[in-house]
């Protein structure tokens, strides 16, 4: 059965990618929206199992990892400041509204302080994707975006912790900031010296694609200890593919990485996110969905865009980078499950949040479409 969903994956994704793209939206648009289609919502030829969550995390480790591979790091450098206003004024506004928006639906303090962290999570994956396809990911604005999900995921983390600790839970906040301090340290170092050696050593070996092995088994132990960590494991790949792009072997592993990637993996986790779609039970819930849904577009939107334009973006590229900011991922669904988990957040609700976060991930595509010119026409624009 799994051999043939995977084919229906396959055929679908590249069939609705190539019609979204015609009609002039990034072919990440039409995934996702073709998973809803072939998932249980609506045709029910696919059905979210273990394996192919399994298979959908490889695609998103693997795409992380190619824009780890795309960065400029020099550009990364220039960017850090910027990154940091979009990172901490995404986080800000939408903590601060969901927190009002929750005490007003009556949630008790504590509850209204979990709302507003789930909507302050940020995912830039499908992100990464329209970037590419627009030819942005290497631009500043695209640089600011990634470094900006680096320091959200972080901070937002950190604040969960905090949070499940006034909850009663077993959470020793030093100890969280420790360890994250701890990955990000050791990912540093194991970036400057390990990385490069590792590389040297594989690539002689008597066997057919060493290097890229080499550059997949620091990608996967890069997202391993990112998430023994407590940061994401996109965060971890991301990394490992900025250690590999300083070195001689940055082609090489990114060609055949991205063979391997958008050959099976990417398209699986984008259509993937659609199957997962689940809409049982949610007609006694439609206005909170779009309060809820226009609330958590708005407030990332807002908040990164001010933090672009006080760090000197014009006003369309700090809404781009406002944009490509919306999407809440997998990191919000992760953060959901834990409040469910812990009670912080109740059945009803939960199912409710799962459709918010697949909502700010359809419309993110589209929105980044409408804000960001593609370098074909910021050439003409400065020709003109």
């Known amino acids: 059965m799994l051999i043939f969903e995977l084919a229906v994956i396959l055929l679908a994704s590249k069939l609705a990618g190539d019609i979204s793209v015609r009609l002039g939206q990034p072919s990440v648009l039409g995934k996702l929206l073709i998973g809803i289609v072939l998932g249980p919502a609506l045709l029910g030829v696919i059905t979210s199992t273990d394996v192919l969550g399994e298979l959908s995390q490889i695609g998103v480790i693997l795409l992380m990892f190619i824009a780890g591979l795309e960065t400029d790091i020099d550009e990364f450098k220039r960017t850090g400041k910027a990154s940091a206003y979009v990172g901490i004024a995404g986080i800000i506004v939408p903590l601060s509204l969901g927190y009002v928006a929750g005490s007003m639906m009556g949630l008790p303090a504590l509850q209204s302080v979990f709302l507003g962290l789930l909507l302050s999570a940020t995912s830039v994956s499908i992100s990464v994707q329209a970037l590419k396809e627009m030819g942005n990911l290497k631009s500043k604005e695209g640089t600011t975006i990634l470094g900006a999900a680096v320091i959200d995921d972080v901070l937002v983390i950190i604040a969960l912790a905090f949070v499940m600790s006034l909850a009663g839970g077993d959470v020793n906040l030093g100890m969280v900031v420790l360890k994250k301090i701890a990955f990000f340290a050791i990912a540093i170092v194991l970036g400057w010296k390990v990385v490069p050696w590792a590389l040297r050593m594989f690539a002689p070996l008597r066997v057919t694609e060493s290097v890229i092995s080499a550059g997949l088994i620091i990608c996967f132990l890069y997202a391993f200890l990112a998430e ?131 909502i700010t991930t359809i419309v993110t595509p589209p929105m980044m479409k409408l804000f960001f010119a593609s370098p074909k026409e910021n050439k003409k624009s400065m020709a003109g």
């Not at 070195?247 to 993937?272: G, L, N, R, W």
């Not at 779009?290 to 369309?316: C, D, E, M, N, R």
């Not at 953060?335 to 799962?354: H, N, P, R, W, Y």
């Open 228 to 358: 023994y960590a407590g940061v994401a494991a996109i965060i971890g790949a991301y990394i490992a593919g900025v250690a590999i792009s300083l070195t001689d072997y940055k082609h090489e592993v990114f060609e055949k990485v991205e063979t391997i990637a958008y050959a099976v993996f990417v398209p699986v986790f984008f259509t993937s996110i659609g199957v997962s779609a689940n809409f049982a039970g949610i007609t006694n819930h439609i206005g909170l969905i779009v309060a809820l849904s226009i609330l958590a577009i708005l407030t990332k939107l807002i908040g990164s865009a001010i933090g672009a334009k006080v760090a000197g973006f014009s006003w369309k590229s700090s809404l781009g980078i406002g944009s490509a900011m919306v999407s809440r991922g997998e990191v919000a669904l992760i953060i959901a499950a834990i409040g469910l988990e812990s009670k912080l957040l109740q059945q009803d609700m939960f199912t409710v949040i799962v459709i918010v976060v697949l």
